[in-house]
């Protein structure tokens, strides 16, 4: 599976959308990207996921680049309940490799 | 609601007892699963592959004979922990793929806590 490069950590404030980038410059061409969230203490949590075209769901919004090498998840109302791990995973199997992800922290 | 499933949540157990942990695929069948292993402030690492009627296959590093894994039907993985350790003491978790409206996706458990004293 191709590697994510996500930041450590970022801020937010409430309500405002929260922008998460990743990076996935050596994704092949059949791997889907994934987003999942973890809060503290339980599984990780589906929010969305794509191949080339740009998503959205109830919970999140994905962009993804023309070239594919790089991804954006898009929170658009950020709550404190937001605040979690967030992981981008590229796959192209049900085997995901989950590496540090963001720590994602909304502030009032 | 929850897509899948895992029981316990949390379990106690005694240094060189067996534990088991069931994952549940609720209303859809699975015939994989995913365990995998996190310890605190860690991410999540994948154990091993769960295939329904056939042997697991496992991650490199992980041993075979401690970690049992059992794929009996199409909703249910067991990962046995044998004679564990304080060490194995860890937060488990499994992953089985639902075909939903924008294709295969993954949903995880809740996730098993567990402590060995």
């Known amino acids: 599976d191709a590697k994510t490069t996500q930041p450590p950590s970022m801020d937010c404030a409430e309500g405002r959308a929260a922008n998460l980038p990743c990076n996935h410059s050596t994704i092949s061409g059949n791997e889907y990207v994934y987003w999942y969230r973890q809060i503290h203490s339980q599984g990780p949590q589906y929010i969305i996921h794509?191949?080339?075209n740009n998503e959205t769901n109830e919970m999140a919004s994905l962009i993804i680049t023309e070239d594919r090498k790089s991804s954006t998840l898009i929170l658009p109302h950020a709550t404190l309940r937001d605040t979690a791990v967030y992981y981008c995973?590229?796959?192209?199997?049900?085997?995901?490799?989950f590496g540090a992800g963001t720590t994602v922290t909304v502030r009032a | 609601g929850a897509v899948v499933s895992q029981h316990p949540s949390r379990v106690i157990c005694k240094s060189g007892t067996s534990v088991k942990i069931e994952c549940r695929s609720l209303d859809f069948q699975a015939t994989t699963m995913f365990w995998y292993r996190q310890f605190p402030k860690q991410s999540l690492m994948l154990m091993a592959t769960?295939?329904?009627?056939?042997?697991?296959?496992?991650e490199q590093g992980v041993e075979k004979d401690k970690f049992l894994i059992n794929h009996a039907s199409l909703t249910l993985s067991t990962l046995t922990v044998t004679s564990a350790h304080p060490e194995d003491s860890s937060f488990y978790i499994c992953?089985?793929?639902?075909?939903?409206?924008?294709?295969?996706?993954?949903?995880f458990g809740e996730g098993s806590w567990l402590t060995v004293v």
């Open positions: 992953s089985a793929s639902k075909n939903i409206r924008s294709g295969n996706t993954i949903y």
């Open positions: 995973i590229v796959s192209n199997d049900y085997k995901l490799s």
């Open positions: 794509g191949l080339k």
């Open positions: 769960s295939n329904e009627g056939s042997k697991a296959t496992y």
